[in-house]
């Protein structure tokens, strides 16, 4: 059981907007802990997607984007493409483990 | 750019340690603006973080791994370590290491991965 909850798996067709959420509590998002993105596909190794809950590292396109709201954060993708299929991992820190955890991942399918 | 690379053995008996080494090339791994992390991920699950350190100071364990790690850097080889005490097939999974920045920022970049499997 992850710390950090995400749905096991969301879908969307080509062109669509999918959002995958990421929900905590007060020992970690809702303790103001920033929140990151990664982007797994099988067999490589994760890669960041989002840091500082929206911030996209220069080779990201525009398509992703990151929000935090609470102790909840979400990461949108929109103009889905086929090569966004992969596993989809949040993190964050939480105070009362005095760890950095991750969510238990999302894999996006583009139907 | 910074890349990093994992390398150790593939297989490791039940009870023994586990071993690997981390050679990040294309920066210096002695900088007081990054630090140096080890991941794993059980075959087919999620990502569990292990532990961290600068390339001076104390590391930084997993409370639930603690009592069994120890990490390491060794600058004159732009090399961190792992050590894994008294490994289980539990502790069958692919390890990572990656760069996390002082700022907060996410870890990034990773290695690729090594698979370590626990097993008689």
């Known amino acids: 059981q992850s710390v950090l909850t995400q749905p096991p798996s969301v879908s969307g067709a080509p062109g669509q907007t999918v959002t995958i959420s990421c929900t905590g509590n007060?020992?970690?998002?809702?303790?103001?802990?920033?929140v990151h993105w990664y982007q797994q596909f099988p067999g490589t190794a994760p890669k960041l997607l989002i840091y500082?809950?929206?911030y996209r590292p220069s080779e990201v396109p525009d398509r992703f984007s990151g929000s935090k709201s609470g102790t909840s954060a979400s990461l949108a993708i929109s103009g889905l493409q086929t090569e966004d299929e992969a596993d989809y991992y949040c993190?964050?820190?939480?105070?009362?483990?005095?760890?950095?955890?991750f969510g238990g991942g999302t894999k996006l399918t583009v139907l | 750019q910074v890349q990093l690379q994992e390398s150790g053995p593939g297989l490791v008996k039940p009870s023994q340690t586990l071993s690997l080494t981390c050679t990040v090339s294309?920066?210096?791994?002695?900088?007081?603006?990054?630090?140096w992390t080890w991941i794993r991920q059980h075959p087919g699950k999620g990502l569990e973080w292990i532990a961290y350190m600068y390339y001076s100071g104390s590391p930084y364990y997993n409370p639930s791994l603690k009592s069994r790690l120890i990490i390491s850097v060794d600058t004159s080889k732009n090399q961190f370590f792992l050590k894994l005490r008294s490994v289980t097939v539990a502790d069958t999974a692919v390890y990572y290491c990656a760069r996390g920045s002082n700022l907060e920022r996410g870890f990034d970049p990773w290695g690729q991965g090594t698979l370590v499997t626990v097993s008689s």
């Open positions: 007060s020992s970690n998002i809702g303790a103001g802990y920033d």
């Open positions: 294309g920066g210096s791994i002695s900088t007081g603006s990054y630090y």
């Open positions: 500082e809950n929206n």
């Open positions: 993190q964050s820190y939480d105070t009362n483990l005095s760890a950095w955890v």
